[in-house]
């Protein structure tokens, strides 16, 4: 893609932008994935950074980035 061409870090943030406090743990875990996967299949490389939704950070949002490494 242009921005990693242009040497920028491309981070996962969430597949649609919910707000934390309307999904379930395993629906959180999902988006994540989801996510994380579709980047990762784009750039051929792992996104290493994460910024959650709104700037709220959850237990389910910690457990599915931890579960990507």
Do not use: N, V
């Not at 406090?21 to 629906?27: A, E, I, Q």
């Not at 996510?35 to 237990?59: E, K, N, Q, S, V």
Request: glycine share 6%; charged share 20%.
């Amino acid at each position: 893609t242009r921005m990693m061409a242009e040497g920028h870090e491309i981070g996962l943030h969430s597949w649609t932008h919910a707000h934390p406090t309307t999904l379930s743990p395993r629906k959180m875990q999902a988006h994540i994935r989801h996510a994380f996967d579709t980047l990762a299949d784009m750039t051929g490389t792992r996104p290493r950074f994460f910024r959650p939704p709104y700037g709220l950070w959850c237990a389910s949002m910690q457990e599915a980035c931890a579960a990507l490494e």
